[in-house]
């Protein structure tokens, strides 16, 4: 059985900095393109990054480029979303997916086959 576990949200404020994980299982991890995508109430999920199955290429909407990180550990089965500068509007449930099916990871949400259960992330200004 997959799962995929998100951790780290929580409450900042505006410029503060947040670290995201994501802890897979019962999946082989490597084989897996994984994505973070965020969602606010009332609109549709939305890309925030992406990583392939090797650590390269990686993605990013243009919203958090130049702010925020995504990386993997392998080992670790694990997947990071680093987030700097946080503003506003960066808040929302943030959900971690995984891919099977393409090596090189994808911007849209129906490319991936497994979600996390969600972690919030709320910036005060």
């Known amino acids: 059985q997959v799962q995929l576990v998100e951790s780290g949200g929580g409450l900042v404020q505006a410029g503060a900095s947040l670290r995201l994980s994501c802890a897979a299982s019962g999946l082989t991890f490597s084989t897996y393109a994984m994505g973070w995508f965020r969602q606010v109430p009332g609109k549709e999920r939305e890309f925030v990054a992406r990583?392939?199955?090797?650590?390269?290429?990686?993605g990013y909407a243009d919203s958090v480029k130049g702010r925020f990180i995504i990386s993997r550990d392998n080992n670790m089965n694990t997947v990071y979303l680093q987030m700097d500068s946080l503003k506003p509007e960066d808040t929302a449930v943030y959900y971690c997916?995984?891919?099977?099916?393409?090596?090189?990871?994808?911007?849209?949400?129906?490319?991936?086959?497994?979600w996390g259960q969600g972690t919030q992330v709320t910036v005060s200004s």
């Open positions: 997916a995984a891919d099977r099916n393409r090596a090189t990871s994808q911007n849209y949400a129906t490319a991936y086959d497994y």
């Open positions: 990583i392939s199955r090797g650590g390269l290429p990686t």
